[in-house]
């Protein structure tokens, strides 16, 4: 059976920080180098946009350049998504998805992420 599953979200402080992870299981994983990880994130009333990706190389939305930091523990077929300086706009649910070429992407459940004071 596929799972992504996320943890790591919160209640934070502005100005706070915090380590999201996703945790992949399952057949498919069996060569996890082969996927391309990406962390999204939907705030009420907004349509789901990419945060941030990995691959041989990392990408990020402009509006969370410098703040955040993506990585990965191919061993612990782990991807982490490091998020410092929050803000109430990030406030929002973040998933995990994984796709390579020749497969559907596959999508973890969320975790939610409130900034707020």
């Known amino acids: 059976q596929v799972q992504l599953v996320e943890s790591g979200g919160g209640l934070v402080q502005p100005g706070g920080s915090l380590r999201l992870s996703c945790a992949a299981s399952?057949?498919?994983?069996?060569?996890?180098?082969?996927?391309?990880m990406a962390w999204y994130r939907q705030a009420p009333g907004k349509q789901r946009e990419l945060v941030a990706s990995?691959?041989?190389?990392?990408n990020y939305a402009d509006s969370v350049k410098g703040r955040f930091t993506i990585s990965r523990d191919n061993a612990k077929k782990t991807v982490y998504l490091q998020m410092n300086s929050l803000k109430p706009e990030d406030t929002a649910v973040y998933y995990c998805k994984a796709v390579r070429i020749g497969t559907v992407p596959y999508w973890g459940k969320g975790t939610l992420v409130t900034v707020s004071s």
């Open positions: 990995i691959s041989s190389d990392t």
């Open positions: 399952g057949s498919i994983f069996t060569i996890y180098t082969m996927f391309t």
